[in-house]
C-alpha cells in the first residue's frame, strides 16, 4: 500500500490525488455551493492555492471505497487551542454513505487519529453536523509521552472556505 495511505475497515483513508479530486468536490460542492469545479481544482493543484498565505493549507483526506468510490473526505490542519495547546483541526468532514455512515466514519477519524498521535497533538477537534453519537463512539490513540488524545466535537463546520471568496467559475463535472 502507498505510503500515506491507511486501510480502515475495508476503506482506504488516503490524500487527495489527481483521481479523486473530482469525485471529492461533488462531496465539498454540495457543503459549499459557490465553490465551482475549476476553484477546487486549483485549490488541489498546489501548496500555495489556498485562502490565503498567513493561513496554513489544509490537507485533503479521502475514504474511498473497495470499488474505487470516495465515500468521505475530511480538511485538516494543526492548530493552537487555548486549553489543549495542539490540535488536530478538521473544520470539514463529510461523510456520504447511505449503507455504511459508521464505517466510512469510523475510517476517517482513525485516520485523523493517527496523524494526531504522530504529530503529537493533544485533541482532534472534528467541526462537523454529523451525529455527535456517530463521532464519539470512537477510541483514540495516545500521544507520545501515553497521555489520550482528547475529541472535540464541534458542530458548526468552518465558516470561511480554505479555497477562498466564491467566483462563478462553475463548469460540468466528470465522474
Known sequence: MPVGHAMQGGYTVAPLSPETSDAAFLLVGALAPGLGIARWRRYCDGPDAGAGASEPRLEVRVAIN???HV???CLWSQARHAVH???LDVPIFIVASAADESG???ALVEDLCTIAGRLDCAALRIRSEASPRLLAQFQVPKRRDGRSIA???DPHPLLDAPWGPSQDDSLPVKT
Open 66 to 68: 473497495p470499488r474505487g
Open 71 to 73: 465515500q468521505g473526505l
Open 104 to 106: 466510512v466514519a469510523a
Open 151 to 153: 475529541l472535540i466535537l
Open 85 to 87: 495547546g495542539r490540535i
